[in-house]
């Protein structure tokens, strides 16, 4: 099933003309009405016409978080205000916030991305939606909703929290797919637990969406089983529309990226130049269907792969790989780099563990590792935890190279968000 089967399903040849035809139009429509870009590109001695073909993108330069908080609020509009409806802002995760502005062809667009993802999942307006995102200057509530509603879907607007409250809607409206972050879905998944819910039996729990921040395959897995559901992995962010850039099939190997709205290049991070597909590196997108707020070679700062195989379900835009984290996530301990994800692999592998937990750094040369334990796993007997630590401590060292400490703590005793988690608390001292 397709929302715009022929968008989705165009052969290569094509998809790349009409890249390059929105590509021209998207150059031309910055550099004459956004003087940030003209600027730009007169630095890099580049003109629109400078761009023959799709590989001549290299020459152009990039965009970075900075670029778009040092034009904070409206410095790169690229149409006049009052053609604007709808601004959103990144949620500040990485500092000042960036501002994002939509026409209304903008948001038509993106309520039609949203709904090309749902239904790659499965769903049909038979389906009811609880969309538990923070409703607001935060895309994952409205911009997601706008999709659902595109589709026909019947949609919950929970936003986050009040956890109860959200479980009580479940049950009374019969909701079959949930929009979440993995971390507040491995809340719920303990809450079911506690509260004797089982939800494949006293819920009609189908299918979730799950982003917004990095997971691994292991948490995905360890909900899936629990909560007798598909999780689908969906990527965004705000200065790219939000949620509905890209999203996993049923095939749930990779998300397909939208490439007849967005360009994508994998760089490598520290030199800026484009890698093979295949590569991890970091992902840099331009949005070649947008008129508001145009963005050229936008540095994600979040790593990941291109995998270019074809994918069964039949669309033809290539799929991108798990976001192995962002390039800011990174920490470095003895020396070593580490990512939260790599933490996360070994913890999610491991039974006995519960669903939350934090890396706390201490120092260059320490971190704690605060883990819960599963309910029903502790009998009383002080050996198991003993033994769970032992393990927890061996599989780290092999997977990070360093021996962590790690702490065990009691079923829902660590701190939950509801939005994106915080799950490295830095107490490092800087000098
Ligand atoms: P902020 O940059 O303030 O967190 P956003 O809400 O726009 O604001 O967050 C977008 C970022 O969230 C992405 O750049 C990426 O790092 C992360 N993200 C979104 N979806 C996923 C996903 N499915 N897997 C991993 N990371 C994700
Ligand atoms: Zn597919």
């Known amino acids: 099933m397709f929302w715009q089967m022929e968008q989705e399903t165009l052969k290569r040849a094509k998809l790349e003309a009409l890249q ?86 903008d948001l038509d667009n993106s309520a039609n991305l949203i709904a090309r993802c749902l239904v790659a ?36 607007p929970s936003a986050v929290g009040n956890t109860d409250r959200q479980i009580m809607l479940m049950k009374d409206f019969g909701t079959t797919t949930l929009h979440l972050t993995p971390s507040y879905a491995l809340y719920l998944a303990s809450h079911f637990e506690a509260k004797g819910i089982n939800p ?42 939000g949620p509905g850039v890209a999203f996993e099939c049923t095939e749930k190997n990779g998300m397909h990226i939208w490439e007849d709205n967005f360009l994508v290049e994998i760089v490598n991070p520290e030199t800026g130049k484009q890698l093979p597909d295949g590569e991890y590196g970091e992902l840099v997108l331009t949005t070649i269907n947008r008129e508001g707020m145009p963005i050229i070679r936008y540095r994600t700062r979040d790593i990941t792969a291109i995998d270019p195989i074809r994918c069964s379900c039949g669309r033809t835009h290539v799929r991108i790989k798990r976001i192995h984290g962002r390039a800011d996530d990174m920490f470095i301990i003895r020396g070593v780099n580490i990512y939260p994800q790599q933490i996360e692999q070994v ?46 401590v061996e599989k780290l060292k092999a997977a990070i190279l360093v021996r962590p400490k790690v702490e065990l703590a009691e079923p829902g005793t660590l701190p939950v968000s509801e939005g994106k988690s915080k799950r490295v608390i830095d107490n490092r001292r800087v000098y």
Do not use: W
């Open 347 to 392: 913890l999610m592998s491991v039974n006995g563990v519960g669903k939350n937990y934090q890396i706390v750094l201490e120092s260059s040369e320490d971190m704690t590792i605060k883990v819960e334990f599963s309910k029903g796993y502790f009998d009383g007997n002080l050996d198991n935890l003993k033994s769970l630590r032992g393990t927890l």
């Open 200 to 241: 494949a039996k006293d819920l009609k729990l189908k299918r979730a969406f799950m982003g917004a921040e990095p997971y691994t395959e292991e948490t995905r897995i360890r909900l899936e089983s629990s909560m007798g559901i598909e999780v689908f992995n969906s990527y965004g962010l705000t200065e790219m529309n």
């Open 20 to 105: 390059l035809k929105r590509l021209k139009q998207t150059l031309k429509r910055v550099y004459d009405n956004v003087p940030f870009y003209k600027k730009e590109f007169t630095k890099c001695k580049v003109k629109p016409a400078s761009l023959k073909s799709l590989i001549d993108i290299e020459k152009f330069p990039f965009t970075t978080r900075e670029d778009l908080q040092a034009n904070y609020p409206d410095g790169l509009l690229a149409c006049g205000r009052e053609d604007i409806v709808r601004l959103h802002t990144s949620s500040g995760t990485t500092g000042k916030p960036k501002a994002v502005f939509f026409t209304k062809a």
């Open 121 to 156: 999942t499965g769903c049909t307006k038979h389906d009811i939606l609880q969309n538990m995102m923070s409703y607001g200057l935060f895309t994952g509530g409205l911009v997601m909703h706008y999709g659902a509603e595109k589709l026909g879907m019947l949609i919950i």
